[in-house]
């Protein structure tokens, strides 16, 4: 086949689609505009199709529906808003939760429908599922000789040691075929779905919902039953856990990530139910599909998006994307099933893609003894991060900081001169920059970052005659004048007194230590409550976010003193 014939083909097709799309949308809003100007044949098709989907997806009521419209154009509306500062940003939250548990409770029917077990199941209820996914896995040529899947308490579901390993020893191997992402959708789906070759890991929730909601016609299904029903990312918090992270690092980064996820299912909704015209017009228009013809409801959609945040992993792209080279290369998000089941453990990465046997390796990053959790090491993130994407927090993690947010003022007339030496150092005027945990305690680029910003206008002029000495600034030991290193110390200390201050605003001190320890005694008494894990990590993570904190205040007031 020709080139351009290929390329009518796929422009037919996804006409086709598109008109699907526009049909099913019409059915689903209870007809309208876009089925009555069909022929007779398409009124028929139409109708199968609206039959079709009235058995699959349930019907709301007209007045559901109209209230289900109102509410998603609100939240719309509301997303819309740039809050300009901390206070209304939580109050923007808080808003936006309202409306998204109505939107969840009208959507129930359509929950229970497309994906019941997503608001139950535990860890005993996924564990009768391992048997079956295990064959399925190595019928296709899955290898896993020495661990198996097992209960630990505090991590769900996790890999044991089935006899001892040596360290560097192979120990999963994964083949392509059962590597599941985007690739795995038909080419018309591929083509609708998946237009930004860099969101692949929206492309990668998209591929997932479609496969769960096909139910037992998926060939994936022994995978996708053995994944959790729900997750402790941000999607998952109440209103009272996430007040916990108020102050905090993590704080504004959880709240973009709940506005993000709930404005994008806003959009589709809204392009399925509220303008499904948008759905033949725009590209992005024809998400609205995966309302009508996936029964994608909110529900189901942060669980899709938050099984990809959480177990992803990238590999090279095999199927080109779209006619430009370059974004080709990039490589795409994917779920690995089987190696996905390891757990986090500080070491080294020993998990690679081999482009040659077209297979996920994974060795053993150390020696385990048999019936040890095998654990494997997901790389250097801090614990802000792990929370917010991978909802869990490592209590050993060497590579953790905390970010805080520094930027000259536009008002400083002295602004550019600053920011000439800041970008010497490839430092931004407005930045995020770390405070590290003992023995280091203030990045390079945090004090560098202090000490220009502390400088007078004499001594802007003394580093700008040697800009090339710009990079002994990121030196704690750089010869400065004691004012200035004084003043640089000084500001530090303020700084980080302040951040502090917002933590016992919050919750203080005494109390988290005494709600940590509540917490604890349940969880041995074996009576920890709905959402405990959510708790608990979040006081643990004030814990580890206030200690870092609290050790580089003390640091810089010994500087202070100097
Ligand atoms: C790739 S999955 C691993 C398998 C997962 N435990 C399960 O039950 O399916 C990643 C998830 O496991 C949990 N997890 C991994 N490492 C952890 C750790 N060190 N502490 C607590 N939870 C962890 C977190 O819930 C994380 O989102």
């Known amino acids: 086949m020709g080139k351009n014939s290929k390329r009518n083909n796929k422009a037919k097709q996804q006409q086709q ?50 209230e289900l419209n109102q509410l998603v154009l609100q939240l719309l509306d ?58 399925w896995a190595k019928a296709a040529g899955v290898q896993s000789e020495g661990v198996e899947i097992a209960i630990f308490p505090g991590y769900q579901l996790g890999l044991r040691a089935t006899r001892d390993l040596a360290a560097d020893e192979q120990v999963l191997s994964v083949p392509r075929k059962l590597i599941f992402s985007e690739e795995h959708l038909p080419e018309s789906d591929r083509r609708l779905f998946c237009n930004y070759p860099l969101l692949t890991n929206f492309n990668l929730a998209y591929a997932l919902v479609i496969e769960k909601v096909r139910g037992a016609e998926s060939e994936w299904r022994p995978y996708i039953d053995l994944l959790p029903a729900k997750y402790n990312t941000v999607l998952y918090f109440s209103v009272a856990q996430m007040q916990r992270l108020r102050g905090t690092a993590a704080g504004t980064v959880a709240l973009r990530q709940c506005r993000v996820i709930a404005r994008q299912y806003a959009n589709m909704y809204k392009c399925a139910h509220i303008r499904p015209e948008a759905s ?23 669980w899709a998006v938050s099984t990809v945040m959480t177990r992803q992993n990238l590999v090279p792209r095999e199927m080109q994307a779209i006619d430009e080279a370059e974004l080709n290369q990039l490589p795409i998000s994917a779920l690995i099933p089987y190696w996905d089941m390891a757990n986090h453990r500080p070491g080294k990465i020993t998990s690679f893609y081999d482009s040659g046997t077209r297979q996920m390796d994974c060795t053993a990053q150390e020696e385990f003894k048999a019936g040890e959790q095998f654990f494997i090491y997901y790389g250097d993130r801090s614990n802000a991060d792990l929370l917010v994407h991978n909802g869990f927090v490592d209590l050993n993690n060497r590579k953790d900081y905390v970010k805080i947010r520094l930027g000259l003022s ?22 995020e920059l770390r405070v590290l945990p003992a023995p280091d305690f203030i990045s390079g680029e945090l004090l560098a970052f202090v000490r220009v910003f502390n400088m007078s206008a004499e001594q802007l002029d003394h580093w ?39 933590f016992e605003v919050t919750l203080k001190e005494a109390d988290e230590v005494e709600l940590l320890s509540q917490l604890k ?24 976010e206030r200690s870092i904190l609290a050790g580089a205040l003390q640091y810089a007031q010994e500087h202070c003193k100097v």
Request: contains cysteine; charged residues 25%; aromatic residues 4%.
């Open 17 to 66: 689609q598109q008109q699907q799309a526009q049909q099913a949308a019409a059915a689903a809003s209870g007809g309208g505009a876009a089925s009555s100007s069909k022929s007779n044949n398409n009124n028929n098709n139409n109708k199968e199709e609206q039959n079709a989907l009235e058995r699959r997806f349930p019907r709301l009521s007209g007045k559901q529906r109209k």
């Open 78 to 135: 509301l997303v819309q808003v740039q809050p300009a500062n901390p206070n209304e940003e939580w109050t923007q939250y808080v808003q936006l939760q309202k409306l998204l548990d109505r939107i969840t409770q009208l959507e129930e029917p359509l929950q229970k429908a497309v994906c019941p077990e997503i608001s139950a199941g535990d860890d005993q209820q996924r564990l009768a599922k391992v048997a079956a996914f295990s064959e």
């Open 280 to 302: 033949s017009s725009d590209g992005g228009g024809s998400m609205g599909v995966l309302c009508t013809q996936h029964g994608l409801c909110y529900e189901l959609y942060r």
């Open 410 to 431: 536009p008002t400083d007339p002295l602004a550019e001169q600053r920011a000439r030496i800041l970008a010497k150092l490839n430092i931004d005027r407005k930045a």
């Open 464 to 502: 700008h005659s040697d800009l090339e000495r710009a990079g002994d600034l990121l030196h704690i030991d750089c010869a400065l004048e004691t004012d200035h290193e004084t003043r640089t110390w000084q500001y530090l200390y303020q700084r980080l007194k302040l951040l502090l201050g917002v």
């Open 521 to 544: 005694i349940k969880e041995a008494a074996g009576e920890a409550a709905a959402g405990h894990e959510i708790d608990l990590m979040l006081l643990e993570y004030r814990r580890l």
